[in-house]
T-cell receptor, first 115, second 120 residues
Framework: ETGVTQSPTHLIKTRGQQVTLRCSSQ?????VSWYQQALGQGPQFIFQ???????GRGNFPPRFSGLQFPNYSSELNVNALELDDSALYLC??????????????FGAGTRLSVL | AQKVTQAQTEISVVEKEDVTLDCVYE???????LFWYKQPPSGELVFLIR??????QNEISGRYSWNFQKSTSSFNFTITASQVVDSAVYFC?????????????????FGKGTKLSVIP
């Protein structure tokens, strides 16, 4: 069974740039959620994708956007980067439906530094 | 609004000691799930346990045990005979009941985490 994989592992950008982070979900999972984890904090929910549509969103501005592809992989896009966007971005996959519904399995994250 | 509080920011114990990590939550939902995750230095959040709001039975898994008390809105985690490999940041999380039929839209609300250091 393949776990959740994220790429790249590290990224350095400058303020105002745009970034795309990628996530491959665990085999058999159809739902992907993205979280932002600032240093020393718990992860904060950005949004979730199910059947290629956004299916819930946290308190993040529209410059945070995403996609889910037919193979359930996903992208997180952030436009007009700000210094406060520096964080670990975590992707989690899960299976909608069934007894194991609602358990989210996480990747190792992408650490984004905005200079 | 949901909220999870982990009052202990950092804990240090000597190997083989028992340690309890506290978690207090707030929610207006009657149906919800509680979770514990472990985050080692590699960054990946490792799922440990899920409980639903209707199941207040305590659970034991090896050296790990969990005490869920709805009356005090707490879901505490105890590690017995701690080991160096237990050193990590531990997060308690809460998710609300399903809102959207079929899709199960939910989000995890995390506490700020407790950093556990087990000293050999």
């Amino acid at each position: 069974e393949t776990g959740v994989t994220q790429s790249p592992t590290h990224l350095i950008k400058t303020r105002g740039q745009q970034v795309t982070l990628r996530c491959s979900s665990q085999s058999g999972h159809n739902t992907v959620s993205w979280y932002q984890q600032a240093l020393g904090q718990g992860p904060q929910f950005i949004f979730q994708y199910y059947r290629e549509e956004e299916n819930g969103r946290g308190n993040f501005p529209p410059r945070f956007s995403g996609l889910q592809f037919p193979n359930y992989s996903s992208e997180l896009n952030v436009n007009a980067l700000e210094l406060d966007d520096s964080a670990l971005y975590l992707c989690a996959s899960s299976l909608a439906g069934g007894s194991v519904k609602n358990i989210q399995y996480f990747g190792a994250g992408t650490r984004l530094s905005v200079l | 609004a949901q909220k999870v509080t982990q009052a202990q920011t950092e804990i240090s114990v000597v190997e083989k000691e028992d340690v309890t990590l506290d978690c207090v939550y707030e929610t207006r939902d009657t149906t919800y799930y509680l979770f514990w995750y472990k985050q080692p230095p590699s960054g990946e959040l490792v799922f440990l346990i899920r409980r639903n709001s209707f199941d207040e039975q305590n659970e034991i898994s090896g050296r790990y045990s969990w005490n869920f008390q709805k009356s005090t809105s707490s879901f505490n985690f105890t590690i017995t005979a701690s080991q160096v490999v237990d050193s990590a940041v531990y997060f308690c999380a809460l998710s609300e009941a399903e809102r959207y039929s079929g899709a199960g839209s939910y989000q995890l609300t995390f506490g700020k985490g407790t950093k556990l250091s087990v000293i050999p």
